[in-house]
């Protein structure tokens, strides 16, 4: 089975451009996270989707930052505009609900870099 | 406020040992506890899940034990190798949500 797919896995722009990171959950997960990684902060989740409906987002720094889940197979985290504080690993992980809780799988990252 | 501690923060030891890494968190009613490991660079892989109503979880060389009213886990790692050097991260979810709760990781290092 092909796992959480993130793209790009790297990206680097400057300050004030918009950045797109999409993710690809696994087929079957009705559970979709956005977490951010840094030193400082560990990591943190940003918000997180069931059956496609954002549940939570407490965890959206700010305006900035939207997310959308357009369908059980997509996802996408936008910042706009960016800023260099926004510089960090972003992972996005499904899960399915089960019976029981099931553990969340992870992709591998986008390492985000704003100049 | 619901809060996961993982010390310490760096652990090296040498090849060949058996070490145990610690976790503790707030609120004792959690719904489940699970235990990652991250390589640098890379994602979050999932090693042991452990239920609420479980007090052990093992897989291979692996085994995690979760004692609820003292709010700790700990992951036993028996006759480690140096592959197994990577940071160790545990995360709690609490009933009525999904979402997990990290702590900081512990970095181990197995020394040849």
């Known amino acids: 089975d092909a796992g959480v797919i993130q793209s790009p896995r790297h990206e680097v722009t400057e300050m004030g451009q918009e950045v797109t990171l999409r993710c690809k959950p696994i087929s079957g997960h009705d559970y979709l996270f956005w977490y951010r990684q840094t030193m400082m902060r560990g990591l943190e989740l940003l918000i997180y989707f069931n059956n496609n409906v954002p549940i939570d987002d407490s965890g959206m720094p700010e305006d900035r930052f939207s997310a959308k889940m357009p369908n059980a197979s997509f996802s996408t985290l936008k910042i706009q505009p960016s800023e260099p504080r926004d510089s960090a690993v972003y992972f996005c992980a499904s899960s399915w609900t089960g019976r029981l809780g099931q553990p969340q799988h992870f992709g591998d990252g986008t390492r985000l870099s704003i100049l | 406020k619901q809060e996961v501690t993982q010390i310490p923060a760096a652990l090296s030891v040498p090849e060949g040992e058996n070490l145990v890494l610690n976790c503790s968190f707030t609120d004792s009613a959690i719904y489940n506890l699970q235990w990652f490991r991250q390589d640098p660079g890379k994602g979050l892989t999932s090693l042991l899940l452990?239920?609420?109503?479980?007090r052990e979880q093992t897989s291979g060389r692996l085994n995690a034990s979760l004692d609820k009213s003292s709010g700790r886990s700990t992951l036993y790692i028996a006759a480690s190798q140096p592959g197994d050097s990577a940071t160790y991260l545990c995360?709690?979810?609490?009933?009525?949500?999904?979402?997990?709760?990290f702590g900081q990781g512990t970095r181990l290092t197995i020394n040849p």
């Open positions: 995360a709690v979810t609490w009933p009525g949500a999904q979402k997990l709760v």
């Open positions: 452990i239920q609420s109503s479980q």
